[in-house]
């Protein structure tokens, strides 16, 4: 069975490039990649149009990014809390 994952970012609020204006009114971009908190859900088996609707949704959305396949254990339509890896270690009592 073929997967999807939804990964919803809690924080940073939103994913990927931002163009922003400086002082001088010079275009400035920034790359925001990285997710601190937030949510995964697995997704399963994908018709076509329902592949479509949700890349539509990801697309609308600025704190949703895709990712093909799931993490290990991942329930399908259960959203799992992400953990950085610096959260790992401090629950494993490791720093």
Known sequence: ????????????????????LDADGQIKKS????????????VAGFKP??????LR???EQSNVALMS???VGANCKKPDKLATECMLAEREGRQ
């Open 1 to 20: 069975m073929s997967y999807m994952t939804v990964i919803k970012s809690l924080k940073p609020e939103t994913l990927g490039k931002r163009f922003e």
């Open 31 to 42: 790359v925001v990649a990285n997710v601190w908190r937030g949510e995964a859900t697995a």
């Open 49 to 54: 149009e329902s592949l479509a609707d949700l």
């Open 57 to 59: 949704f990801a697309c």
């Open 69 to 71: 396949g799931r993490f």
